[in-house]
């Protein structure tokens, strides 16, 4: 079933600077193969069910395995019979704000 998530995942309790973490976060979400896009506070994918769940498990997990405390924000869009929505959502908008 399509799922749209946006997820934040990042370390916790390590200091002001994340940048080196996050992107080992975002660099597991890009070589995922899904649909993704990266804003200043969220990561949005887009897929099936259980392969959105595993790169959201595989990209907490390479900081969690280091020892990091991580923290995950996510909210989920489950719309069956629906594709490309990260997309097609924000186009909607759009036309209506031309």
Do not use: C
């Amino acid at each position: 079933m399509n799922t749209l998530v946006a997820v934040a995942i990042a370390p916790f309790g390590i200091g002001d600077e994340l940048a080196d973490e996050v992107s080992e976060v975002v660099r597991v979400i890009r070589a995922s193969g899904l649909p993704h896009k990266t804003t200043s506070m969220f990561t949005e994918i887009e897929g099936e069910w259980d392969d959105v769940m595993q790169v959201v498990k595989d990209a907490t997990f390479v900081l969690a395995e280091r020892g990091i405390r991580t923290e995950v924000v996510l909210k989920a869009d489950i719309r069956p019979g629906y594709t490309n929505t990260m997309e097609s959502k924000v186009a909607k908008v759009e036309e209506r704000l031309a």
